[in-house]
């Protein structure tokens, strides 16, 4: 069996970085993607914008790094926003009540529009 693919590429958006994922976040590529979250925030970066619209599948160990981000940026006064969640990641967030601790946003217009504004 062929081990689960996770792809990350970053890119900065009007000074907010954005994290493009692809593929699974699960236990097997956690890891990755857990580094690629504290890289952002350890070079002192307080919004960070997370792109999902291409991860097919996000398990708990997924929405426990993304809990772990923004307990990070919390003391900062930071944000952090989900985009273009598909609808079983946006069904496991609403289920678990993350949605009341990240801001989600169908489009990447719509999160850096409510960045700059200081959305938090």
């Not at 062929?2 to 097997?28: C, F, M, N, T």
């Not at 946006?90 to 529009?113: C, G, S, V, Y």
Request: charged share 25%; proline share 4%.
């Amino acid at each position: 069996m062929e081990p689960p693919k996770l792809e990350i590429s970053r890119r900065v958006e009007h000074d907010i970085p954005v994290l493009d994922i692809s593929g699974e976040v699960d236990v097997y590529t956690v890891p990755q993607f857990k580094e690629q979250l504290a890289s952002v925030i350890e070079e002192g970066h307080t919004q960070l914008l997370i792109n999902l619209e291409n991860v097919g599948y996000m398990d708990s160990s997924g929405f426990g790094a993304l809990l772990g981000a923004k307990k990070r940026l919390r003391p900062e006064g930071g944000a952090l926003a989900l985009i273009g969640c598909n609808q079983v990641i946006a069904r496991m967030l609403k289920i678990t009540r993350l949605n009341t601790i990240f801001l989600m946003f169908d489009t990447e217009t719509e999160a850096l529009k409510a960045m700059e504004q200081g959305g938090r």
